[in-house]
Protein backbone atom coordinates (compact mmCIF):
# COMPACT_ATOMS: atom_id res chain seq x y z
CA UNK A 1 0.00 0.00 0.00
CA UNK A 2 2.98 2.31 -0.37
CA UNK A 3 3.14 4.45 -3.20
CA UNK A 4 7.01 6.21 -3.64
CA UNK A 5 5.77 7.87 -7.05
CA UNK A 6 2.65 8.35 -9.49
CA UNK A 7 2.42 8.39 -12.80
CA UNK A 8 0.50 10.87 -15.34
CA UNK A 9 0.73 11.19 -18.91
CA UNK A 10 0.79 14.62 -20.12
CA UNK A 11 -2.65 15.22 -21.96
CA UNK A 12 -0.62 17.23 -24.24
CA UNK A 13 2.68 15.68 -25.57
CA UNK A 14 1.63 12.29 -24.08
CA UNK A 15 5.17 12.17 -22.35
CA UNK A 16 5.24 9.80 -19.35
CA UNK A 17 5.60 11.94 -15.96
CA UNK A 18 6.75 9.93 -12.56
CA UNK A 19 6.40 12.34 -9.59
CA UNK A 20 6.42 12.43 -6.16
CA UNK A 21 3.04 11.85 -4.48
CA UNK A 22 0.33 14.74 -5.57
CA UNK A 23 -2.99 15.28 -4.04
CA UNK A 24 -5.75 16.42 -5.92
CA UNK A 25 -5.53 20.10 -7.45
CA UNK A 26 -1.67 20.22 -7.25
CA UNK A 27 0.31 21.55 -9.91
CA UNK A 28 3.18 20.31 -12.08
CA UNK A 29 5.21 21.57 -14.64
CA UNK A 30 5.53 19.04 -17.71
CA UNK A 31 9.06 19.19 -18.53
CA UNK A 32 8.74 18.39 -22.04
CA UNK A 33 6.15 20.62 -23.27
CA UNK A 34 6.36 23.04 -20.16
CA UNK A 35 2.37 23.31 -19.38
CA UNK A 36 1.46 23.68 -16.22
CA UNK A 37 -0.49 20.28 -15.53
CA UNK A 38 -3.09 20.36 -12.51
CA UNK A 39 -3.99 17.11 -10.81
CA UNK A 40 -7.50 16.24 -11.91
CA UNK A 41 -7.79 13.02 -9.72
CA UNK A 42 -5.26 10.24 -8.16
CA UNK A 43 -6.49 6.72 -8.57
CA UNK A 44 -4.54 3.33 -7.78
CA UNK A 45 -1.08 5.61 -8.54
CA UNK A 46 -1.87 7.20 -11.85
CA UNK A 47 -2.83 10.96 -12.16
CA UNK A 48 -5.49 12.18 -14.50
CA UNK A 49 -3.89 15.36 -15.45
CA UNK A 50 -5.30 18.75 -16.85
CA UNK A 51 -3.67 21.41 -18.83
CA UNK A 52 -4.04 24.89 -16.87
CA UNK A 53 -4.91 27.95 -18.71
CA UNK A 54 -2.29 29.97 -18.02
CA UNK A 55 -4.21 33.08 -17.10
CA UNK A 56 -1.81 36.30 -17.64
CA UNK A 57 -3.41 39.35 -15.85
CA UNK A 58 -5.20 40.60 -18.42
CA UNK A 59 -8.40 41.79 -16.24
CA UNK A 60 -8.60 45.37 -17.85
CA UNK A 61 -6.23 47.31 -15.70
ZN1 LIG B 1 3.87 17.73 -22.00
Partial sequence: ???AAVTGVCPE???DL???????GETL???????TLRVEAVQDG???LQMV??????WGQ
Fill in 13 to 15: CET
Fill in 53 to 58: EVQLRD
Fill in 29 to 35: SCPECML
Fill in 1 to 3: MST
Fill in 18 to 24: TVPPLVE
Fill in 46 to 48: KLT
